[in-house]
């Protein structure tokens, strides 16, 4: 955190750079804040939108297939056609999970920074005493983060489709 803390703060920019009046430059950094914060909650809403796209894909893949199986004789499909499906599934879910994880670091700096422009306002309220009464997020009956829980759902949808094509190909 520290390092971070360092990179944050201007090392020509002072307090009495900005006149005779502190206010001015606290006000100058609340807003700083203000705008680390509002975009910390873009970028999870953005992330948010993503779960959404891979989801409603995702499901309305899994009710095309299982339409087209129900119709179609198992016997007739070709295991090179099973598993350039396969694959292709496969590749969707890895690319939702690295979605997830590229949002999931994105974050990640976003907080530290805003945990290190907390360090110059009255209260950390919003990174360290949050945190701090969540129990950090390492008991999951405080506070389960949703990054441990999403992170799953394109595993799960990974496994069901290997799963799923296994038994098409036996």
Same mark, same amino acid.
């Given at each position: 955190?520290?390092?971070?803390?360092? %990179?944050?703060?201007?090392?020509?920019?002072?307090?009495?750079?900005?006149?005779?009046?502190?206010?001015?430059?606290?006000?100058?950094?609340?807003?700083?804040?203000?705008?680390?914060?509002?975009?910390?909650?873009?970028?999870?809403?953005?992330?948010?939108?993503?779960?959404?796209?891979?989801?409603?894909?995702?499901?309305?893949?899994?009710?095309?297939?299982?339409?087209?199986?129900?119709?179609?004789?198992?016997?007739?499909?070709?295991?090179?056609?099973?598993?350039?499906?396969?694959?292709?599934?496969?590749?969707?879910?890895?690319?939702?999970?690295?979605?997830?994880?590229?949002?999931?670091?994105?974050?990640?700096?976003?907080?530290?920074?805003?945990?290190?422009?907390?360090?110059?306002?009255?209260?950390?309220?919003?990174?360290?005493?949050?945190?701090?009464?969540?129990?950090?997020?390492?008991?999951?009956?405080?506070?389960?983060?949703?990054?441990?829980?999403?992170?799953?759902?394109?595993?799960?949808?990974?496994? %069901?489709?290997?799963?799923?094509?296994?038994?098409?190909?036996?």
């Amino acid at each position: 955190m520290a390092e971070i803390s360092e %990179a944050v703060w201007n090392e020509d920019v002072t307090e009495s750079d900005y006149g005779v009046e502190k206010a001015t430059y606290h006000a100058a950094v609340f807003e700083q804040y203000k705008l680390c914060v509002e975009m910390a909650d873009r970028v999870s809403a953005r992330r948010n939108l993503a779960n959404t796209f891979f989801l409603t894909l995702h499901s309305g893949l899994v009710a095309f297939l299982g339409a087209w199986l129900s119709q179609s004789q198992h016997s007739r499909i070709s295991v090179l056609l099973l598993l350039a499906g396969l694959l292709m599934l496969l590749a969707l879910c890895t690319a939702w999970w690295f979605t997830l994880s590229s949002y999931r670091q994105l974050n990640d700096g976003k907080f530290q920074v805003i945990g290190a422009l907390e360090e110059r306002l009255p209260a950390r309220a919003f990174h360290r005493a949050e945190w701090e009464a969540l129990g950090r997020g390492r008991d999951w009956r405080v506070y389960l983060p949703l990054t441990h829980v999403e992170r799953w759902i394109p595993v799960i949808f990974a496994s %069901a489709y290997l799963l799923g094509f296994i038994a098409l190909a036996v």
